[in-house]
């Protein structure tokens, strides 16, 4: 009989081979098949985060929402104060955010942070709100990213005092947010939609640094740097400036200098980042209309792309860009907004107009790309969500 040592030097070779026989693996929460919860802002005047828990079809059921002590908003309509918008009423990618067992989540008409846990380890669905909602020196934040590697959660404000503001937090709740990184948007309080704005703030996919995708005439990537003790360093960078198309939502992919992006004038890029540049990967989508979230999976190595004013999904590899599957939806919705993804299952936002009500529409990747099934739609009326919800993050 072989020695322990001897078989571990005649299976090395073979375990290698069998390892590098894999692809890459990218992306979301993607290690259990199957997620916990999914959480959504409400941004109501009385501002809620929305909680569904994930049954182990990996489908949804009703759950609850909890107050997060602050007010929700909405940015204008062609610069019409009097006019929100709506659906899409952040015009933003991450409104809540997830880090372990915690829930963050913007209020944009009180320029605060709520910090929620996941206090129930058989149901994540239900969340409890530690402490009292951060201050933030900004004026109207619409997104949120999450490290729990450090231990922050920094802002994207979109507002009159437009920029990045990081806060650091503990199993206790939110501590004090540091001073504004500004963007110079020009921009009104609430917003204009017609001009500048802040897309997604999230952590790169190390989590060392802080990067913020801007949209409009001269949009651009910034990115700051994680410092000594999780401070961020007030000086930044831009490795992508004066771009010409529309860089909105974005999800870095953990483990990787890569960051995927929706870009509504050819449907998303894939960035390779590392601070100061970045080169560029364009995902062109025919036909798209208003593609402005992503997401991506670990399991299949694909990113997804929704669409406001088309009602499909859109299914690309992360290395080539190339477009793997397109699934055209009839459940009646116009389009889908925020989407994320928990180990096989994607869930996507539609928030409502008015007429329509708001649903979570559910599919399958089984874990392999090419492969999407939509398997629930579900109706949020029920929950009491208007068509001001926006944002779409999960627990895995």
Known sequence: MLSNVAAAVLLAPLLSSVANAFPPSYGGSGKNSVGKAIYILGNDADNTVISLPIKSDGTVSHGSKT???GQGSNIATNGDTAMSQAPDSLGSQGAVAVSGK????VNAGSNSLSMFEAYDERDSSKLRLLGKPAHLPGEFPVTVGA??????????????KAGVSCVPYSGRGLGHADALRPFDLG??????STLNLVGSTIFSGNEDYVYTTVRGTNGFLSSFPVEFFGKVSEKGARPITNFKRTLFGAESLPGTDKVVVADTVIGADILTVDHQKASIEEVTISGQKATCWVTASEKTGSGYATDAGVNRLVEFDLDSGKIIKILNLNNGNPGMFDAAVAGNYIYALY???????????????????????????????GMGVTPNAIGMAVMA
């Open 187 to 192: 921009q009104t309080t609430p917003p204009n």
């Open 351 to 381: 928030a409502g107009n008015g007429t329509l009500p708001g649903t979570v529409t559910v599919f399958d990747t089984k874990g392999q790309k090419g492969y999407l099934k939509q398997v629930q739609v579900y109706n949020l009326e």
């Open 102 to 105: 915690y829930v963050f989540a």
């Open 67 to 69: 107050s997060t002590g």
């Open 147 to 160: 490290s729990e590697k450090h231990q922050l959660a920094c802002v994207g404000f979109s507002g009159a």
